[in-house]
């Protein structure tokens, strides 16, 4: 996105002000108040159109209350900057129908994009947006009027907009809506806002649909919502959300009670803060226009929410070159981190989940997936046998140096569980539980196939030496490996009188027998493998 030549250091082309019953327009260049109304949004109105017809400039409104009885609109504008002295200039809707900022022309009936209007390098910043009067967008329905009550609304044929600075508050709908179509570029960025107490259907950020636009949504933060703190977004990285709340809303499409909604569009989801959520934490779908989609989602702290920390699926058709590398999940209501159908050759790697209500990590029918160097800590947190700390199913799945660790109660059910018919590999790692589990360290569903090896707590191999006593025919070894060997190898150390061999092997011991016993103790070295 290119460096905006209209900066805070450049003069005001027009002045808006407020005297407390009227609202004025100085010219920036002569000085002259050259108009005045008692509605804001003809005053500031006429401002934008003064400094459209010059070819851009900085609009200045001043500290104070400016009412609104219309939307402040940006159509047909270049180089135009809207700016207030910060969050004591203060933009009040009146009319429980209107938008407060819009940006760009809707498209009509007739899809005809090259006639719309065209906006290029605007920049709305350092303005209160104040929405209470706004009427509520039903969100237990789905009846929702895309139209009217948004904060600022970005649409039509536009590129290079920039919304900064701002503190949008209780808008009836999305605080920022953005739909982009047109022959332009679509660049949309918002960065450093604050959005508080949000009422909409859609999100405190919304981009409509799966727009190609690039929308960039940055180091913002979100409080007291009820409904998504950010729907869809290029890259969407740096944002503190605390304090969302589903609870009643209505939810269209799967992932809808989410903090953060990505979609086809969004391939970095990076660095946010998310917590206190009464739903999830990030949700990552493809929705099937985009098969191939690419995403990061990576460096997120996700804390205190009652579904699925993060969850990631294909959805509607396989999707590859998806990250989800080094996120801090703690405290769920369901799995720390949920990877779903149509997963081909993801990566999960470096996540650390603590208190997840079911599974720490669930890889549910995926192809050549990867799941390496995650650390997952007391999961099952709902109860006695509800979860394990990784679950995997599906084809080509590698499991590498991934920690499972339980140190209180409730007792799950698993440490690692294999669905059926699975195709797995396991390296390294360890499994440890100070309770033990209801069910089994490592659990294999019925007909998979599956490799484990050098995992601390599920011992696949182990070795040693054993003695038959003089005058004894065997001796019992206790392997110390996780389940039954389907190898054991044996070596005397010396020239045994007679025959020997190997019986009785159960899931904790062998022995080792001979047809003669021998006159003096008898060493035998021996190798089991599970």
């Not at 998310?274 to 989602?297: E, K, Q, S």
């Amino acid at each position: 996105m290119p460096v905006f030549r209209l900066t805070s250091a450049v003069e005001p082309s027009y002045m808006v002000f407020t005297d407390g019953r009227r609202y004025y327009v100085k010219n920036g260049s002569t000085g002259v108040t050259e108009y005045s109304d008692v509605d804001a949004s003809s005053v500031i109105n006429y401002a934008i159109k003064r400094a459209t017809s010059i070819g851009g400039g900085k609009v200045l409104i001043k500290s104070g209350k400016y009412y609104l009885d219309n939307q402040i609109l940006i159509q047909n504008a270049s180089d135009v900057v809207i700016e207030g002295e910060g969050w004591n200039t203060k933009l009040i809707a009146t009319n429980p129908d209107q938008n407060i900022i819009k940006i760009g022309e809707r498209l009509p009936l007739v899809y005809d994009p090259q006639n719309l209007s065209v906006v290029k390098r605007v920049v709305i910043r350092n303005l209160f947006i104040d929405g209470s009067a706004q009427g509520s967008t039903d969100n237990n329905t789905n009846s929702v009027n895309f139209d009217g009550r948004i904060g600022i609304e970005v649409v039509g044929n536009f590129e290079d907009v920039v919304i900064e600075n701002c503190y949008i508050y209780n808008t009836g709908s999305d605080g920022v809506f953005m739909i982009w179509y047109g022959e332009n570029k679509g660049n949309l960025a918002v960065i450093n806002n604050v959005f508080d107490s949000i009422r909409g259907y859609y999100g405190a950020f919304h981009v409509h649909g799966t727009s190609r636009s690039k929308a960039i949504v940055a180091f913002n933060q979100f409080f007291n919502l009820k409904t998504h703190a950010i729907r869809h977004g290029y890259v969407i990285m740096g944002n503190y959300i605390e304090g969302v709340d589903f609870t009643g809303t209505y939810h269209a499409t799967y992932g809808d009670d989410f903090a953060i909604l990505g979609t086809d569009d969004a391939n970095i989801i990076a660095f946010n803060w998310i917590r206190n959520v009464t739903g999830g934490g990030i949700a990552f779908w493809n929705g099937g226009l985009y098969n191939g989609t690419r995403a990061i989602i990576s460096g997120n702290v996700v804390w205190n929410v009652t579904k699925q920390g993060i969850i990631a699926t294909g959805k509607t058709g396989y999707i590859g070159r998806v990250i989800i590398s080094d996120n801090v999940i703690w405290s769920t209501g369901s799995e720390g981190i949920y990877a779903g159908y149509y997963a081909m050759g993801w990566i999960i790697k470096g996540n650390y989940v603590e208190n997840a209500g079911t599974h720490g990590i669930n890889v549910d029918g995926c192809l050549y997936c990867t799941v390496e160097g995650n650390v997952v800590l007391d999961h099952s947190r709902n109860g006695d046998g509800v979860g394990s700390g990784i679950r995997v199913r599906g084809v080509g799945i590698m499991l590498i140096g991934n920690h499972v660790r339980v140190t209180s109660n409730p007792k799950p059910s698993f440490g690692i569980v294999i669905g059926s018919n699975a195709d797995v590999r396991i390296v390294g790692g360890s499994i440890v539980s100070d309770v033990g589990f209801t069910a089994a360290t490592v659990g294999i569903g019925t007909g998979s196939v599956v490799e484990i090896k050098d995992v601390y707590g599920y011992r696949t191999r182990n070795s040693g030496v054993a003695t038959i006593s003089a005058g004894s025919t065997r001796v019992t070894v206790s392997h110390n490996l996780a389940t039954t060997p389907t190898k054991v190898l044996i070596t005397p150390l010396a020239t045994p009188p007679g025959k020997l061999w190997v019986e009785n092997i159960t899931a904790t011991s062998f022995d080792i027998a001979t047809d003669t016993a021998p006159t003096a103790d008898l060493q035998v070295t021996w190798y089991a493998e599970v």
